[in-house]
């Protein structure tokens, strides 16, 4: 049982607009930033959001991160087929000192 | 570029102890700001975060696998390592070594290794 909640699919056309939602609790995101992580099969997890609403370099517009109080959410405009992966929320956590993961979200692009 | 590798067994007999080593290149390990961590994949399933070290030795660790895992760092050969204790097919997992900014994200990570527990 993860401790950050996301819903475990998520479907969308290309083309299409997709959210995928992160649920926690006070003491991880309520009280630090969200970040996402894109992973393809076979292959390391890659930062794809950070402090909530931040790219890194190479990462394109198209990926958007919002939070509000204990929940956060990841936008997908523009859905391409290459966005077929698993897709994780995680934060710092104050029970943990350290990070805590979503369950993480797979992305299915019909 | 940072780059980061993992190095270890792949194969690991239960009761035994797990050891990796994480190797950075391009950057040097002894950097403010940032912890040195690992954390684990199971077959098909999630994220779980074991442990973070500082380049000064101060660690971090998961409460639920504190009691059989050490972090430790060597900043003379630039790396840091991984043992856990008393291993069980539980632990059978894919491990990545990471960078992590503290309080925050992990934007460098190995391309993760395969450690299998079985007799």
């Known amino acids: 049982q993860s401790v950050l909640a996301q819903p475990p699919s998520a479907s969308g056309t290309p083309g299409q607009r997709v959210t995928i939602s992160c649920s926690g609790s006070?003491?991880?995101?309520?009280?630090?930033?969200v970040n996402w992580y894109q992973q393809l099969p076979g292959t390391a997890p890659k930062l794809l959001i950070y402090?909530?609403?931040q790219r890194p370099s190479g990462v394109p517009d198209r990926f958007s991160g919002s939070k509000s109080g204990t929940s956060a959410s990841l936008a997908i405009s523009g859905l391409q087929s290459e966005d077929e992966a698993e897709y994780y929320c995680?934060?710092?956590?104050?029970?943990?000192?350290?990070?805590?993961f979503g369950g993480g979200t797979k992305l299915t692009v019909l | 570029q940072l780059l980061l590798q993992e190095s270890g067994p792949g194969l690991v007999k239960p009761s035994e102890t797990l050891s990796l080593t994480c190797t950075v290149s391009?950057?040097?390990?002894?950097?403010?700001?940032?912890?040195w961590a690992w954390i684990r994949q199971p077959p098909g399933k999630g994220l779980e975060w074991i442990a973070s070290?500082?380049?000064?030795?101060?660690?971090y660790y998961n409460p639920s696998l504190k009691s059989r895992v050490t972090i430790s760092v060597d900043t003379s050969k630039n790396h840091f390592s991984l043992k856990l204790t008393s291993v069980t097919a539980a632990d059978t997992a894919v491990y990545f070594c990471?960078?992590?900014?503290?309080?925050?994200?992990?934007?460098?990570w190995g391309q993760g290794t395969l450690v299998t527990v079985s007799s």
């Open positions: 990471t960078r992590q900014k503290v309080y925050s994200h992990n934007d460098y």
């Open positions: 391009g950057g040097s390990i002894s950097t403010s700001s940032y912890y």
């Open positions: 070290i500082y380049y000064s030795g101060t660690t």
């Open positions: 006070s003491s991880n995101i309520g009280s630090y930033t």
């Open positions: 402090s909530n609403n």
């Open positions: 995680a934060a710092w956590d104050d029970s943990l000192n350290g990070p805590v």
